[in-house]
C-alpha cells in the first residue's frame, strides 16, 4: 500500500502537503477507493441506508451565487407543499421502506415555526419508528430547539466552504460563514445528529480551500458528511463556470471515509447526475447512503439547484426499484432501517 494511504486509514488524518498530493494526482484512486471501502464495510458491512427527500418548497429569501433557486431567478416556477401533501409523500415512502424522512427546502419564512413543528410532530405520529432530518438553512438556535422538541432527529447543513473569503466569493454580503458555523454548533449543542459539507469543484475553489473543509470537518466531527459536484445552473451569476469532476468528488468521498469511518456519507444526486453511475463509484468509495426523491413528480421539476438533474420524472416508486438494482449491483443492500449513526462506543459494545 502506498505510505500515504497507510497512514490515512491508520491514523485517521494526514499533513496538509500530503493531502494536497493525495488529492492532486488520480495515482492512487484505484488504491484509495478500496481502502474506504474496506473502512466502511468493517463498520456498516454492505448496508446502504436510505433517504427519502421531499423537496417541499423552493421558494428561498437568498441569492446564492450558484443555486438554481436563488431569490434573483425570476425564471424558477415557484412552488409550496402543504403540510398534508408532505404527509402524503412519508406515507408513500413507508410503504416503499423508507425510514427516514428529509424535509429540504429553501430559506423560506412561509413556513412558520409553529408549521414546521405541526409538520414534524404529525410525521412522527403517524411513523413512530421513522427519523426526521431537517434542512431549510440557517434559523435561530431557538427555532431549531422548537424542532428538536418536535421530534426531529438530524439536520443537514452544509457549510458550503470553510474559507471565509471563498464563501464570500459563492455567497452575497448578507450571508456569512460564520453565520452558518455558528448554527451548526448550535444544533450540535441541541442534540441534533448533525450534517455538513461542500461542494467540489464550486467556482474560485482551491486546493487549500479544499483542506480548509476537511478541517473544519474534523473539528466538528458531523454524524453526515454530504459532498457533490458542483454543477452549474443556466439562470445563475455562475452560469459559464466548469462543473466539477467525478474523479474529484470520489477522491474526496474517499479520504472523508478514511478520516470519519463512523460517518453517514451519502452518494449524492449531484455525484449521479454529473456520471449515468456516479452513485455507484461513491458508494464503491465509501459511501453508505442514498438520498432518493420522494417530492410528487409534478413539483420535482422545479426544484433544480442545477441543470440536467436525475430523476426528476420519476415517481417514488420506480426510483427505489432503480435504487434496489443500482446499490446490488454495485456490492451493497439497501436496508429498511432509521439508518442512525455508529459510534465507536456502540461498536465496542457489540463486539
Ligand atoms: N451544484 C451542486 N450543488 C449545489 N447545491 C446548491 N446549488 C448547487 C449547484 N449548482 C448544493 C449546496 C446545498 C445543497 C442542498 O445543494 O451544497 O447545500
Ligand atoms: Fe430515480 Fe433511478 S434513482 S430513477
Known amino acids: 500500500m502506498s505510505g500515504i494511504i497507510e497512514k490515512l486509514a491508520g491514523t485517521g488524518d ?44 423552493n ?68 411513523h413512530a419508528d421513522c427519523a426526521v432530518t431537517l434542512s431549510f438553512g440557517e434559523k435561530s438556535e431557538e427555532s431549531f430547539r422548537a424542532y428538536w422538541s418536535a421530534g426531529a432527529d438530524r439536520y443537514l447543513l452544509r457549510h458550503e466552504t470553510a474559507d471565509p473569503a471563498h464563501y464570500r466569493m459563492l455567497h452575497p454580503a448578507s450571508m456569512s460563514l460564520e453565520d452558518r458555523k455558528q448554527c451548526l454548533w448550535n444544533l450540535k449543542k441541541i442534540g441534533y445528529q448533525v450534517g455538513s459539507g461542500f461542494m467540489v469543484g464550486s467556482p474560485y475553489q482551491t486546493v487549500a480551500n479544499i483542506i480548509a473543509d476537511l ?17 452549474s445552473h443556466k439562470d445563475t451569476p455562475f452560469r459559464d463556470f466548469a462543473s466539477g ?17 463512523y460517518a453517514l ?11 449515468p453511475d456516479g452513485r455507484e463509484r461513491g458508494l464503491k468509495a465509501g459511501a453508505n447512503v442514498v438520498m432518493p426523491n420522494l417530492s410528487p413528480t409534478s413539483v420535482r421539476k422545479y426544484y433544480l439547484l442545477y441543470d440536467n438533474k436525475i430523476c426528476t420524472g420519476d415517481e417514488a416508486a420506480e426510483c427505489r426499484h432503480c435504487l434496489d438494482a443500482r446499490v446490488a449491483l454495485a456490492g451493497y443492500g439497501i436496508v429498511v432501517a432509521r439508518g442512525d449513526v455508529k459510534t465507536r462506543e456502540a461498536k465496542k459494545v457489540a463486539v
Open 59 to 126: 421558494y428561498c429569501k437568498n441569492n446564492c451565487y450558484y443555486c438554481g433557486i436563488r431569490r434573483g431567478n425570476e425564471k424558477a416556477s415557484r412552488y409550496r407543499l402543504t403540510a398534508g401533501q408532505i404527509f402524503s409523500c412519508a406515507d408513500t415512502g413507508y410503504e416503499l421502506g423508507f425510514r427516514t424522512f428529509v424535509l429540504q427546502g429553501g430559506e423560506d419564512p412561509h413556513y412558520t415555526d409553529e408549521m414546521i413543528c405541526e409538520i414534524v410532530s404529525g410525521i412522527k405520529r403517524r
Open 14 to 57: 494526514l499533513t496538509d502537503g500530503e493531502l494536497a498530493s493525495l488529492i492532486g494526482t488520480d495515482e492512487h484512486d484505484g488504491e484509495l477507493y478500496k481502502t474506504a471501502d474496506e473502512a466502511r464495510r468493517s463498520v456498516y458491512g454492505t448496508d446502504v441506508y436510505i433517504r427519502g427527500l421531499i423537496e417541499f418548497t
Open 265 to 275: 456519507i451519502p452518494a449524492t444526486t449531484a455525484l449521479g447526475t454529473i456520471a
Open 245 to 261: 469532476t467525478v474523479e474529484l468528488t470520489l477522491r474526496l468521498v474517499s479520504v472523508l471515509r478514511l478520516m470519519h469511518p
Open 215 to 231: 478541517r473544519f470537518l474534523q473539528e466538528l466531527r458531523p454524524a453526515m458528511i454530504g459532498i457533490g459536484p458542483y454543477i
